[in-house]
């Protein structure tokens, strides 16, 4: 199946989409940053690129953690790099309230892995006509995203996309298993591959910690396997970032990975 959001198509054969951006708005400065360096690389390297970053995080580990700026400046924001790039723009929302502001500006909502077996979620991503992104659980099979994705599809959207960001492994640890892209694949939605989610040490004392350093060796396999969509949070300095800062790629990698990710689709996709 494909999908198509203004000039981009995913899914089928097509090259594959870049889905990427910081995690969280922080504030302006480093989203407009994030967002210009990003396009900048996916023009010069002919990518097609959707902006990602949340406007608001619910799902955290500790009481302290960030969560927003505001909800009202963080969605300005996107809308105003929307506007200005000329990129369609991916968040987060965590219910149907976040789904009712969001679309406003949002062209792919996207559902956090957490809540992809909330039906009213669900139901409602689907009732708005936008696209929707589904994080695969780290509980769930693959196999099951299947009736995960018919509860958006009983709305008569079937503008579904897919995403594997590893599974539970033990307490602290995540597991990509990549027979999950080609099984998801097979159930008839483009497919995406979170790379940098995937890395994540969930729930490591307050924080969530990561290994950063697996991400390319992700993001290649996943490449040679065949995704639709290819899904980094990435920051200019990810030490320092108010969300995910111990999973996000630095953005001064970005280019490098994508010339070889390019390369492996290229060979992945050829008839």
Excluded: W
């Excluded at 594997?164 to 080609?182: A, I, K, P, Q």
């Excluded at 969930?202 to 639709?228: C, M, R």
Aim: hydrophobic share 40%; glycine share 6%.
């Amino acid at each position: 199946m494909k999908i198509h959001l203004n000039n981009i198509t995913i899914g089928g054969q097509t090259p594959f989409v870049l889905i990427a951006g910081p995690c969280v708005v922080e504030n302006r400065e480093i989203t407009f940053e994030t967002a210009d360096a990003i396009k900048n690389i996916c023009t010069k390297l002919n990518i097609d690129l959707i902006f990602k970053s949340s406007f608001k995080k619910a799902n955290r580990t500790s009481l302290n953690s960030f969560t927003t700026i505001g909800v009202e400046e963080a969605l300005k924001i996107l809308d105003d790099i929307k506007k200005k790039f000329n990129l369609p723009i991916i968040t987060d929302v965590h219910s149907a309230e976040d789904i009712r502001i969001a679309k406003e500006v949002a062209d792919i909502l996207q559902i956090p892995a957490f809540l992809s077996r909330q039906s009213d979620l669900l139901y409602a991503a689907g009732e708005s006509g936008k696209i929707v992104n589904i994080k695969k659980g780290q509980f769930l099979s693959p196999e099951d995203m299947k009736f995960v994705a018919e509860k958006v599809e009983a709305t008569g959207n079937k503008n579904i996309m897919l995403t594997e960001r590893g599974t539970t492994f033990g307490y602290h640890n995540l597991v990509v298993d990549m027979r999950s892209l080609v099984i998801m694949k097979n159930l008839g939605y483009p497919v995406v591959m979170d790379a940098t989610h995937s890395v994540q040490m969930p729930s490591n004392s307050n924080v969530t910690g990561g290994q950063p350093e697996f991400i390319f060796p992700l993001a290649k396999a996943a490449a040679a396997v065949g995704i639709d969509a290819l899904f980094l949070e990435v920051h200019p300095n990810p030490e320092k970032a108010l969300s995910d800062a111990g999973s996000q790629l630095k953005l001064d990698r970005l280019e490098k990975i994508l010339i070889t990710i390019k390369k492996i689709d290229e060979i992945s996709k050829m008839s």
